[in-house]
């Protein structure tokens, strides 16, 4: 496999040395977490500024996954690393990445992916635990920013998995509020219509405690593109209600 490197930020790896594998690979770099030690390898997550603008490098080795795109295995990241280029191919608003690329040898499976950071943006889960003292515009701008996404995500027929608070970023323009997603492991086509749909979003409500009934008529309105009072919005909220009371009862 070709390595991949973003042509936005080519010459600014360049100037620091940082285009190519072994290079990603041999800078050292204090770790954001305890590594990842499952799978019989090691995956870890390091934090890069260059220039003032920020990174993250994620190197793993022998972590590895099979797929029906790989049954003896490839590296976990090979995989996010393909969703993150579906997610840019069908628009649908997501990280970016900036390098990848692996290296098999005879006794290691080694590979690197290196994303930009999202530092002017903050995961929904933040904005949740200061919820009651955001203004109302605010919240309404939000929640729409997230019906909005979850649409988009469905609308190009894909399932992203874990559409969780902590995976989804969200910033304010003058145009209204932006939101993206982070961590595409999971993602999956859509394949069983609203059975998909509603498995995808039930989590997200679930989660989102600070949410009273008018926020998620709000967020379906804006996933559905109806007024919060149609009918269709209150189906879909009993049917997440529902989804969620069998989850909880288990």
């Given at each position: ?164 608070p902590k995976h989804i970023f969200l910033r304010e323009r003058r145009d209204g ?73 288990r």
């Amino acid at each position: 496999m070709t390595d991949y490197l973003a042509s936005s930020d080519l010459a600014l790896l360049q100037r620091h040395g940082l285009n190519d594998f072994e290079a990603l690979w041999a800078l050292q770099l204090d770790a954001v977490d305890e590594p990842n030690t499952a799978r019989g390898g090691w995956s870890s997550v390091y934090r890069l500024e260059l220039e003032g603008k920020g990174y993250y490098l994620k190197r793993q080795c022998d972590y590895l996954t099979r797929t029906l795109h790989a049954p003896l295995g490839e590296p976990t990241f090979a995989r996010e690393f393909r969703n993150i280029s579906r997610y840019e191919k069908l628009h649908i608003p997501a990280l970016q990445a900036v390098f990848y690329g692996e290296r098999k040898g005879k006794d290691e499976h080694r590979a690197v992916l290196m994303t930009r950071a999202l530092d002017d943006w903050s995961d929904l889960d933040s904005l949740l635990g200061q919820w009651q003292q955001l203004p109302v515009e605010q919240r309404e701008g939000i929640l729409r920013a997230c019906g909005q996404l979850a649409r988009t995500l469905h609308a190009a027929r894909q399932v992203h998995g874990c559409f969780y608070p902590k995976h989804i970023f969200l910033r304010e323009r003058r145009d209204g509020w932006q939101a993206q997603l982070i961590d595409l492991e999971k993602t999956r086509p859509l394949l069983f219509g609203q059975r998909d749909r509603l498995k995808d979003l039930e989590p997200l409500l679930r989660r989102a405690g600070a949410w009273n009934e008018a926020d998620v008529r709000s967020l379906l309105a804006a996933y559905l593109a109806q007024p919060a009072d149609s009918a269709l919005v209150s189906d879909w909220q009993q049917r997440l209600a529902g989804r969620r009371r069998s989850k909880e009862a288990r």
